[in-house]
């Protein structure tokens, strides 16, 4: 991939890093141009190597719902640290029992727990424990979606129209692999459907053993596809009636829609459901949890039917203190409602301006999570936004609000997130740059 460092500062530290980092960046979807090198990030500002300042809209790909380095956080893990709390690797401790119990608490769904570093992790051991609680291998998920980097989820996300073909109602999309080294027995074991459509999951389970449905319950990948009205009911409806456990995948929803995930909104319970990201204000947790007649499969004393869950760095005090105190802030109610105050404020300024310009657009935004899609139409699937949005439009916007300071992923159609640390004022100055953009562009 051809990136641009920005200065020759990054430019220099980026070509140092490739002669010892595969690709020059570790986790190649950082890879992006402009390809700067950031050393920073305090509240909703972000700072690269040269000291220019950012507001910030990435968020490191979502997790950070209270802004960067929000001190009582970072006080939460010194103070755990100033304890001499360890990971001992043996027995549980006082820490995962309070993140448990706070988890639990907040999303009613949630019977058992158990806790690993990360989000894909998570889907991971939710797939594997749908499996083996069914004895079916196949699995569908929603084309446009994201569940992680491990086989079975390693589907493109934003594949082109002619790889995923036209629309198809009911019926099912091919595995475009976002992967080499995927067997293809894996591959036919995981069937594409489009979000919002009901009708294929229900013609696939006709066909196919199907062990889970892995499911978003809005599509945050492709900016925010919102679920139509009773498509989150019905898909636990179906799953229900054909024995399929129904999998909320709530990595980008959970604690940034609200505190019992975006499920609590739906008012809506699946038996089982994956966090990570917000849960712990940027630093490594992931949850999967739900029915307990379920989860118990993770300590079942048949070993034929035991799942296993295992992992070094499980609950690492450091993490578990840090998702506890995350957990303990977002209880109090008034947090969320002063993020949805700030994003409304982005909104509705972003949409005059858009008016203003006579630059058609759609901002799609569910909470502190938004899109900005360069078309007329609102997308209920990933064939809406194929069709539709103006990706190059997209890409020549992001990158000219990030030479003037405002930073988004420069990637068409990624989510935007809005944080507690946004103050007004960061607001209207990006309202004003966004101004001056559409001037120039
Ligand atoms: C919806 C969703 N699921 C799972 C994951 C994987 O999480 P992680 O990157 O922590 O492995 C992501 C990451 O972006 C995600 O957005």
Not at 24 to 41: D, T
Not at 75 to 85: F, K, M, P, S, T
Not at 359 to 384: G, M, Q
């Amino acid at each position: 991939m051809t990136t641009q460092p920005n200065s020759s500062a990054s430019q220099s530290i980026f070509q140092e890093a490739s002669q010892f980092i595969a690709g020059g960046v570790v986790s190649l979807n950082r890879k992006v141009s402009p390809n700067i090198v950031f050393k920073k990030g305090k509240g909703s500002k972000i700072f690269d190597i040269d000291d220019k300042e950012y507001i910030d809209y990435h968020a490191g790909f979502a997790p950070y719902l209270l802004g960067h380095n929000y001190s009582p956080i970072n006080d939460a893990v010194i103070e755990i640290l100033n304890q001499e709390w360890s990971l001992i690797g043996s027995g549980t401790n006082a820490l995962e029992l309070e993140l448990a119990s706070l988890v639990c608490k907040a999303v009613p769904s949630l019977e058992l727990i158990q806790v690993t570093n990360t989000g894909s992790e998570a889907t991971a051991h939710a797939i594997r424990l749908s499996r083996a609680y069914t004895g079916r291998e196949d699995i569908i998920l929603a084309v446009g979606g994201y569940n992680g980097w491990h086989n079975e989820v390693s589907r493109a996300v934003m594949p082109s129209l002619a790889q995923l073909g036209p629309r198809v109602c009911p019926g099912e999309y091919p595995f475009v692999q976002m992967s080499a080294g995927i067997p293809e027995n894996t591959k036919r074991r995981v069937h594409l459907v489009n979000y919002n459509d009901l009708a294929s999951i229900k013609y696939l389970m006709k066909r196919f053993p199907i062990a889970c449905v892995l499911a978003e319950p809005v599509l945050q990948n492709v900016g925010v596809v919102l679920p139509q009205e009773g498509y989150l009911k019905g898909l636990i409806d179906v799953c229900e009636k054909n024995g399929t456990v129904c999998i909320f995948d709530e990595v980008k929803t959970g604690f940034r829609s609200a505190l019992g995930g975006y499920q609590s909104v739906a008012g809506v319970k699946p038996h089982l459901s994956v966090f990570g990201k917000a849960i712990a204000n940027g630093y490594p947790l992931g949850i999967v949890g739900g029915k307990k007649e379920i989860m118990e499969l993770f300590d079942s004393p048949d070993p034929e039917k035991r799942v296993l869950i295992a992992g070094t760095y499980n609950a690492h005090p450091v993490n578990a203190a840090a998702a506890i105190a995350t957990l303990k802030i977002l209880n109090n109610p008034a947090i969320y409602s002063s993020i949805h105050q700030t994003s409304k404020r982005l909104y509705s300024g972003l949409t005059q301006i858009f008016k203003e310009k006579g630059i058609p657009i759609v901002l799609s935004n569910n909470a502190s999570a938004y899109c900005v899609y360069f078309t007329e139409k609102t997308p209920v699937d990933l064939h809406d936004i194929l069709e539709n949005v103006d990706f190059a439009f997209d890409l020549k916007y992001r990158k000219a609000l990030i030479a003037k300071g405002v930073y988004h992923i420069p990637i068409a159609c990624k989510q935007g997130s809005v944080s507690y640390a946004h103050s007004d004022a960061d607001i209207d100055k990006t309202l004003e740059i966004t101004r001056d953009v559409l001037q120039e562009i």
